[in-house]
Nanobody
Framework: QVQLVESGGGLVQAGGSLRLSCAAS????????MGWFRQAPGKEREFVAG????????SYADAVKGRFTISRDNAKNTLYLQMNTLKPEDTAVYYC????????????????WGQGTQVTVSA
């Protein structure tokens, strides 16, 4: 069982930056691939970024490539998403996800979800 709690969301102007964090409970954090998804109003939840068990492999959606960076600190049981050059279209609820696989991609089954944190980017 893994519990995920996101933080770091908020309101930011276009071009600004935010850093999301996801704190995981339990001692098995390093055995899960992790990722970030987002859901904008009226849209389906979509993959944003994924990272493997040890943080050596990362994957990004085309919409955020070059602007967002996913990372993890297994010693702190924490996942991060550094978001730079934010755009109004990045406005969404961002969710942390854990998967019992070696790497999390767009269609990888997710075993655990966080409750989400709101990110709002004003024009």
């Amino acid at each position: 069982q893994v519990q995920l709690v996101e933080s770091g969301g908020g309101l930011v102007q276009a071009g600004g930056s935010l850093r999301l964090s996801c704190a995981a409970s339990g001692r098995a954090f390093s055995s899960y691939a992790m990722g970030w998804f987002r859901q904008a109003p009226g849209k389906e939840r979509e993959f944003v970024a994924g990272i493997d068990w040890i943080g050596a492999i990362t994957s990004y959606a085309d919409a955020v490539k070059g602007r967002f960076t996913i990372s993890r600190d297994n010693a702190k049981n924490t996942l991060y998403l550094q978001m730079n050059t934010l755009k109004p279209e990045d406005t969404a609820v961002y969710y942390c996800a854990a998967s019992r696989t070696s790497m999390l991609y767009t269609t990888t089954p997710v075993n655990y979800w966080g409750q989400g944190t709101q990110v709002t980017v004003s024009a």
